[in-house]
């Protein structure tokens, strides 16, 4: 067994990108704050203990997700993708299915370690991943919003650190949703070329998803200040690759506005988790990043 072609499968530098939502959503949820609220005696361990099953969910539902994705795509994958581990040979079909199965079914349990409402999200993204990667993924507009709704999903897992605030925050899961929808648009072109109208049409929801969190300003709980420097940054990161591949249209050029918006999924929450909980966390979120570039050189982020 080649170890190393299963983690491929996983994509690891994408599991980061999923972590800093749950990081985002646990200090929206005010679980942050609770933590430290009083005496710094009570930032304990037992404290931390819902954000560590959170992400340990979030590792196993993400990861089993592109597992999974990848056996459904075997037989294409081998026309179009010969370099994927299952074409290649480093990992067998009956293999894959049974990591990916492994990993969702640990991603729901670790959400139940929290509350059955953690489940019962847990076990909602783990579906609306299966619908993705058997049906979903080929339909023009429902596949990016089936998608998106993984990640909204993955945000409001977060959230449920605190089971009340998901009903309070539910909306913050709209955000993740519009923003995958344009990655998820864009991507298609991977391998054949993408269209004007997709790239054109994911400038305009990237704008979307910016103008929604300089929105969340109209909060008592978040503030912008602290959010904006991150949030430039996320524009500089995620335009410029667009931008260049608008004129050529080529794999090449999409793959690498894909890898940039996957990648900046970790900026977008940093901005976001410095709104409502100060620019030292979302410093902290943020250095999530050059831990999935890092990975990113390793393994494939698409």
């Given at each position: 067994?080649?170890?190393r072609?299963?983690?491929?499968?996983?994509?690891?530098?994408?599991?980061v990108?999923?972590?800093?939502?749950?990081?985002?959503?646990?200090?929206?949820?005010?679980?942050?704050?609770?933590?430290?609220?009083?005496?710094?005696?009570?930032?304990?361990f037992?404290?931390?203990?819902?954000?560590?099953?959170?992400?340990?969910?979030?590792?196993g539902?993400?990861?089993?997700?592109?597992?999974?994705?990848?056996?459904?795509?075997?037989?294409?994958?081998?026309?179009?993708?010969?370099?994927?581990?299952?074409?290649?040979?480093?990992a067998?079909?009956?293999?894959?299915?049974?990591?990916?199965?492994?990993?969702?079914?640990?991603?729901?349990?670790?959400?139940?370690?929290?509350?059955?409402?953690?489940?019962?999200?847990?076990?909602?993204?783990?579906?609306?991943?299966?619908?993705?990667?058997?049906?979903?993924?080929?339909h023009?507009?429902?596949?990016?919003?089936n998608?998106?709704?993984?990640?909204?999903?993955?945000l409001?897992?977060?959230?449920?650190?605190?089971?009340?605030?998901?009903?309070?925050?539910?909306?913050?899961?709209?955000?993740?949703?519009?923003?995958?929808s344009?990655i998820?648009?864009?991507s298609r072109?991977?391998?054949?070329?993408?269209?004007?109208?997709?790239?054109?049409?994911?400038?305009?929801?990237?704008?979307?998803?910016?103008?929604?969190?300089?929105?969340?300003?109209?909060?008592?709980?978040f503030?912008?200040?602290?959010?904006?420097?991150?949030?430039?940054?996320?524009?500089?990161?995620?335009f410029p690759?667009?931008?260049?591949?608008?004129?050529?249209?080529?794999?090449?050029?999409?793959?690498?506005?894909v890898?940039?918006?996957?990648?900046?999924?970790?900026?977008?929450?940093?901005?976001?988790?410095?709104g409502?909980?100060?620019?030292?966390y979302?410093?902290?979120?943020?250095?999530?990043?050059p831990?999935?570039?890092?990975?990113?050189?390793?393994?494939?982020?698409t």
């Amino acid at each position: 067994m080649d170890v190393r072609a299963y983690l491929r499968l996983m994509r690891p530098a994408n599991i980061v990108t999923a972590i800093a939502d749950i990081l985002m959503g646990f200090a929206a949820s005010g679980a942050l704050l609770s933590l430290t609220a009083g005496e710094s005696s009570s930032f304990s361990f037992l404290g931390l203990l819902p954000l560590l099953w959170l992400v340990l969910a979030t590792i196993g539902l993400y990861g089993g997700g592109v597992v999974l994705n990848d056996v459904f795509d075997a037989d294409l994958d081998r026309q179009e993708r010969p370099e994927r581990p299952i074409p290649s040979g480093g990992a067998t079909v009956s293999g894959a299915a049974t990591l990916g199965a492994i990993l969702l079914a640990g991603g729901i349990l670790a959400a139940w370690q929290v509350s059955e409402l953690s489940a019962f999200i847990a076990f909602a993204i783990a579906a609306c991943a299966l619908l993705y990667d058997w049906k979903g993924k080929h339909h023009v507009i429902l596949g990016p919003l089936n998608m998106g709704a993984c990640r909204g999903g993955n945000l409001l897992l977060g959230i449920s650190a605190i089971p009340a605030a998901v009903e309070q925050f539910w909306y913050l899961a709209l955000i993740p949703i519009v923003y995958i929808s344009a990655i998820t648009m864009v991507s298609r072109g991977e391998v054949h070329g993408g269209s004007s109208s997709a790239l054109k049409g994911a400038v305009l929801l990237y704008a979307l998803v910016i103008g929604g969190i300089l929105s969340l300003t109209f909060l008592p709980q978040f503030n912008v200040l602290y959010s904006l420097p991150f949030l430039l940054l996320f524009a500089y990161l995620i335009f410029p690759p667009l931008f260049k591949a608008m004129p050529a249209k080529e794999p090449v050029s999409i793959m690498k506005a894909v890898k940039a918006g996957v990648l900046a999924l970790i900026v977008m929450n940093a901005s976001m988790a410095a709104g409502f909980a100060g620019w030292q966390y979302g410093l902290l979120v943020l250095l999530l990043l050059p831990v999935s570039r890092f990975i990113a050189k390793n393994f494939a982020v698409t």
